[in-house]
């Protein structure tokens, strides 16, 4: 499975991977609230380049999507009045509901990195030997 990857794309990967830079960044130092709102406005401008305005706004109103919508936007406010943990919380929780229908894909794109996919499918490969015995 060959994806094309083009300049656009390129643009919203690197928002959301400074987008989760900023984030980890805002958690480790005792959840910064200005380095919060940056990870979430990168990650969010990412997100758009990435999958394009019309998408973007389907992932947010699907139906099947409230309560991932309401979750991380609640996330938001609580980071913006100043309950950051709170915030962080509800909002991981909203992007696994949110984003989590794109993960065979995001694990198939990882699996073709170099050593990266090797890292990944080497617990994997490791249980099926577990499971077949030692031959």
Do not use: H
Not at 118 to 130: D, E, K, S, T
């Amino acid at each position: 499975m060959v994806y094309e990857i083009t300049e656009q794309k390129k643009i919203g990967l690197g928002l959301i991977g400074f987008g989760i830079f900023f984030t980890f960044l805002g958690v480790i130092l005792f959840f910064d609230r200005g380095l919060l709102a940056l990870g979430n406005i990168f990650c969010l401008a990412g997100v758009t380049i990435l999958i394009g305005w019309y998408s973007t706004l389907q992932l947010f109103i699907n139906r099947k999507n409230y309560k991932g919508s309401a979750s991380f936007l609640l996330g938001l406010f609580f980071l913006f009045v100043r309950w950051p943990i709170v915030g962080i919380i509800l909002e991981i929780y909203g992007c696994i509901v949110l984003f989590g229908g794109f993960w065979p894909s995001v694990s198939a794109f990882l699996c073709q990195i170099p050593v990266f996919g090797w890292v990944i499918q080497y617990p994997v490969m490791l249980l099926n030997r577990f499971r077949r015995g030692s031959d």
